[in-house]
């Protein structure tokens, strides 16, 4: 039955013609090559290029003579195929070469693909089409070979200037392949193709170091170039080096005159990546160089409230120092008023007030007088209820803090505010230990549209999980989110001495790392460094490989850089992390600071 079956498909195909029959002859091949019989394959891939040029048909048999080293075989095909078949004869030369390259004969490869660049003779076109052949095969010296005779026929610097700094990264030869990008940078103004390559293609920390030199020269020869700025200026907002960039943005800013837009959303941005310093810096310089600018309002708040975000980032946090921040604020008030542009600013002073002052009633006072000034702003009269509601907890009022918290809930049903008051909603019955109920709240929390918000619902949510029901009366979790609500209350010490017990009582449950990770972070807190460096060692050295162990490493690196002035430790151990971690959330912050602190960044 099959046999007539055959004959029927044979039969057919003779009757339609020498059309089906190439078609039906490109398709068994193509079957046969699927299949992996390279005997048979061979044969019909041969009739189709006897019948005319077939690129796909070429290669697939060259491959099937190297499974099969058929050598003698093909080199007399290619042979033949080049006598009768000229137009083409530059593709035949390069899978000839291929074939010697596969044998190991290099040179004799060398010299077929050498023939094949010359088969190409002044077509252009056709020296495109065989470089990137040539790259497909691995072949990235031959590929070079091919654009720069293009370039050289065609008296044009600018062809292929993409394609082959490409090829350069294939070659590693960083210096011609950043030249080449940085030309066609500037010839074309697209920074965007430029960012997106160099940010494939830079990932060698060498050569990385070296795209900056390049750009700092560039700069210094041609100062009114502003590409190279612009370059410079994203390389280092990607390596998240915010300071560099204000310089570069500070320089652009006076000769093109931006009037300080771009600084101020590079001041942002560096808020946002608690660089503080550098936000200070951008705020301060905008506040000097456009008094009288639209951007001066806010500009001096977002200046006093980088100022307050350094201060409570730096521990301990010094009641001195939010004594300062309480003063200028109102210094800006007296300037500006009581209005839009400054009740952002009176929030922040009745937060301040409440979080490190104590002050609760003077902060109520404070936030209570806001939301009259600025009860026409809803999202801004909500945000002022969460204050509220948080001042309430810190005073023990748990049931008048949710309150508060479920009416913005209410008010802000489907906006991101709304999902800030369900989380602390959430967070206060976790204090209360309340877990199921806590954690009904998180699982909803966790499709927030917020990345934020629903991160921080998993992880509450993860914590909860996975220390609850080990004992019918989860008391272990109930002692650490009474911690966790001391610490919100600022109570630090009576923390401490709650977790230290809990390190012996629960040092064998689920929570133990936890526990260690919390102690570490509260003495942190207390400028209390060396407590803090043996609560991180026993974690790493215990739990190195859950999560929390870069937490650990990274966080006795910065302890080693900044409190021990450990220079050679600080250093291993931002070395170990970027090689035991390499997917970690600190590796950009870690390889800034392993930088640093080798002295080769440049300047």
């Not at 109102?330 to 400054?342: A, P, S, Y």
């Amino acid at each position: 039955m099959k046999r007539v079956c055959k004959l029927l498909i044979i039969i057919f195909v003779l009757g339609a013609g020498p059309a089906a029959w190439a078609q039906s002859e490109r398709e068994m091949a193509d079957e046969y090559f699927k299949k992996d019989d390279c005997e048979k394959a061979l044969s019909y891939y041969g009739n189709i290029l006897g019948s005319g040029f077939d690129k796909i048909a070429l290669k697939n048999y060259g491959t099937c003579v190297v499974k099969m080293k058929s050598w003698a075989s093909a080199e007399q095909f290619y042979k033949k195929q080049i006598k009768n078949d000229a137009a083409n004869s530059h593709w035949y030369y390069l899978a000839w070469g291929a074939l010697l390259e596969a044998q190991g004969k290099s040179q004799d490869a060398s010299k077929k693909f050498e023939q094949s660049l010359e088969a190409t003779g002044i077509r252009i076109d056709q020296k495109r089409e065989i470089a990137e052949e040539f790259r497909s095969r691995n072949q990235p010296l031959w590929a070079k070979n091919a654009f720069l005779e293009a370039r050289t026929i065609a008296k044009r610097e600018d062809l292929f200037q993409l394609e082959l700094a490409s090829t350069y990264r294939e070659l590693n030869e960083p210096q011609k392949m950043i030249d080449e990008l940085l030309s066609y940078g500037t010839r074309y103004q697209n920074t965007e193709v430029v960012q997106s390559m160099l940010q494939d293609f830079t990932r060698d920390e060498k050569e990385q170091a070296l795209l900056e030199k390049v750009l700092y020269d560039k700069i210094q020869k041609f100062p009114n170039e502003g590409f190279y700025n612009e370059l410079l200026i994203w390389y280092q907002i990607q390596r998240k080096d915010f300071y560099k960039a204000f310089l570069q943005e500070r320089a652009l800013d006076k000769r093109f005159k931006h009037n300080g837009a771009r600084l101020y959303n590079l001041g942002m941005l560096s808020l946002q990546n608690q660089d503080y310093g550098t936000a200070v810096g951008v705020f301060d310089y905008l506040v000097k160089e456009y008094p009288k600018g639209q951007l001066y309002p806010i500009s001096r708040r977002m200046a006093i409230f980088s100022r307050e975000e350094q201060v409570k980032n730096t521990f301990p946090i010094k009641r001195s120092e939010v004594e300062k921040l309480l003063l200028q604020y109102q210094q800006l008030i007296d300037e500006l008023g009581v209005n839009v542009r400054t009740i952002e600013a009176l929030r922040n002073m009745a937060t301040l007030n409440a979080f490190y002052m104590d002050d609760f009633k003077k902060a109520i006072a404070i936030l209570e007088s806001v939301i009259e000034a600025g009860k026409q702003e809803k999202n801004f009269v909500d945000k002022c209820k969460l204050d509220l509601g948080d001042i309430y907890l810190l005073q023990g009022e748990p049931w008048e803090a949710s309150l508060i918290y479920s009416q913005v809930e209410k008010s802000q049903k489907d906006d991101v505010l709304g999902y800030e008051a369900k989380l602390r909603n959430a967070k206060l019955h976790y204090f209360k230990g309340e877990f199921e109920l806590a954690k009904s709240v998180l699982d909803i929390l966790k499709k927030a549209t917020t990345r934020e918000i629903a991160n921080d619902a998993n992880s509450l949510s993860l914590l909860i999980m996975d220390n609850t029901g080990l004992d019918s009366s989860e008391t272990a979790m109930r002692e650490y989110s009474n911690v966790e609500l001391l610490l919100f209350q600022n109570k630090k010490l009576e923390a401490i001495d709650t977790l230290k017990q809990l390190q012996i009582k629960y040092q064998n449950h689920s929570l133990s790392d936890e526990i260690l990770w919390l102690t570490a972070n509260t003495y942190m807190k207390l400028d209390s460094n060396v407590q803090a460096m043996s609560n991180l060692k026993l974690l790493y050295e215990k739990y190195g490989v859950d999560i929390l162990g870069d937490d650990a490493l990274y966080t006795m690196a910065k302890l080693n850089q900044e409190k021990f002035n450990n220079k050679e430790e600080a250093m291993k151990m931002f070395q170990e992390l970027l090689e035991k971690y390499p997917g970690s959330i600190f590796v950009a912050e870690a390889r800034k600071r392993f930088r640093l602190l080798r002295g080769d960044v440049v300047n």
